[in-house]
């Protein structure tokens, strides 16, 4: 996988926490908050030139607060 630790991510704005660059199964990526479950929508890519490009896009949806925010039981 590319280095993807250089993309700058604001804190979650649910909680405070961290939030970190996930890769799921070599097809899309996502930001997610270790601490509460937020994250962003899933961003696919079709093959490694685009990883970044979709990293970056899902860093900035992290960045703009348009995450999804998991309720209560979640």
Do not use: F
């Amino acid at each position: 996988m590319d280095r993807l630790d250089d993309l700058y991510l604001e804190d979650c704005p649910c909680c405070g926490g961290v939030g970190c660059i996930e890769e799921e199964g070599g097809w899309c990526v996502y930001v997610q908050c270790p601490d509460c479950g937020a994250h962003t929508s899933a961003i696919s890519y079709g093959n490694g030139d685009s990883l970044r490009e979709a990293a970056q896009k899902a860093a900035a949806n992290w960045n703009m607060r348009k995450v999804i925010a998991p309720g209560p039981g979640e």
